[in-house]
């Protein structure tokens, strides 16, 4: 199930300028994880770090027990190979056709028969919703379909580890919700390890069981999704609720001078809105990683807001949650 990723203390630099220094977090083995981030604050970098494209200056990342952030190339070579990245476009080749895109990766770093390619591919096709698209080049299909293909491609490996840049950006807020069901849908099914950079707010308020933020060189929080839905941080409250006011300014970073303004206004940042439930997989299943709503919340002592876990259905998760859980230990009887 996943594997753990810990990074410790981890810094990168190009030249001298320092994209982000001393980030440390734990990505929890089959959980998903959301990176925030204002534009150019280095979450592709991270990413890129991460699946080892990039060495950081300092710091460490442990897989498994080996320093992926240090190791020689053999072994980076191998730990590589725990991971699926679905790039921002798909990254697909655009003279091959989406069937011979998803099985290029089999093709080139496994021994196995076209017979057992087939397979592969075509359980990954069924699984990212593309079937009957698989003999179309990527520049015959829709943005949405490409990405689809671009998930499926970075799945015939079996990764413990999935990194998705920004999957969402270009598509509608519908394809967007699709994506994201098939995201959660494929992370009950793997239960690998994910962590998704996105710019959109909604997936990050509804998708992961844990959001990070960075902002300013620095990995402002990283936690359980509750944990900072429901924080009085001013960069997390400002940017998991889409505000103006705040640090965050137009130029990503507001000066001194525009936040004393701001406060010698005396602007009311608002109250907090309610936190919505957690996405679940179809078919009335539980992600195994997945944990019960309002459960960091009792834990620290904090309220939510009013109407919170309560979905678009009207149904109250607090109290439909452990019906599911119910109806699974009966069905399991
Ligand atoms: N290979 C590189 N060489 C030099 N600088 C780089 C390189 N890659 C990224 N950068 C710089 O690192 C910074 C962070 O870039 P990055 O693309 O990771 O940001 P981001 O948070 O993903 O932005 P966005 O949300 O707009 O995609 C930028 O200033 C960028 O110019």
């Not at 699946?51 to 200056?57: A, E, K, S, T």
């Not at 952030?69 to 091959?96: I, M, N, P, T």
Request: with cysteine; net charge negative; proline share 7%.
């Amino acid at each position: 199930m996943g594997v753990e990723v810990v990074v410790d203390g981890l810094t990168k630099s190009f030249g001298r300028q320092v994209v982000w220094e001393d980030v440390s977090l734990t990505l929890p083995a089959g959980e998903i994880s959301v990176l925030l981030g204002p534009s150019g604050t280095g979450k592709s970098v991270f990413l890129k770090t991460l699946v080892g494209l990039l060495r950081p200056d300092r710091g460490h990342i442990w897989i498994d027990g080996h320093d992926l952030a240090h190791c020689g190339e053999r072994k980076l070579y191998e730990l590589r190979r725990l991971f699926g990245v679905l790039f921002q476009d798909g990254a697909l080749f655009g003279s091959l056709n989406l069937y011979d895109n998803i099985a290029f990766p089999l093709r080139e770093h496994t021994k196995k028969t076209e017979a057992e390619i087939r397979r592969i591919v075509m359980a990954k096709i069924d699984l990212v919703g593309l079937v009957g698209a698989e003999g179309k080049l990527p520049g015959e299909i829709s943005g949405g379909m490409r990405k689809r293909a671009g998930l499926a491609r970075a799945l015939v490996l079996d990764p413990e580890i999935i990194l998705f840049d920004e999957p969402d950006s270009g598509l509608d807020p519908v394809r967007t919700a699709f994506l994201n069901q098939t995201i959660v849908d494929i992370n009950a099914d793997i239960e690998a390890t994910f962590l998704i950079v996105t710019h959109d707010i909604n997936t990050a308020r509804t998708v992961p069981d844990n959001i990070g933020l960075l902002f300013r060189r620095e990995l402002v929080m990283f936690g359980p999704r509750e944990m900072l839905l429901s924080s009085d941080e001013p960069v997390v409250r400002q940017f998991l609720n889409a505000r103006r006011h705040g640090p965050i300014g137009m130029s990503e970073e507001k000066d001194v001078s525009e936040l004393e303004a701001e406060a010698q206004m005396g602007h009311d940042p608002g109250g907090l809105p309610p936190i919505p439930p957690q996405l679940m997989p179809s078919g009335n299943t539980i992600r195994r990683s997945q944990q019960p709503p309002g459960r960091w919340l009792a834990a620290n002592g904090v309220i939510p807001p009013q109407g919170s876990f309560v979905d678009e259905l009207g149904r109250d998760w607090l109290e439909e949650y452990p019906r599911l859980i119910d109806a699974h230990l009966n069905g399991a009887k």
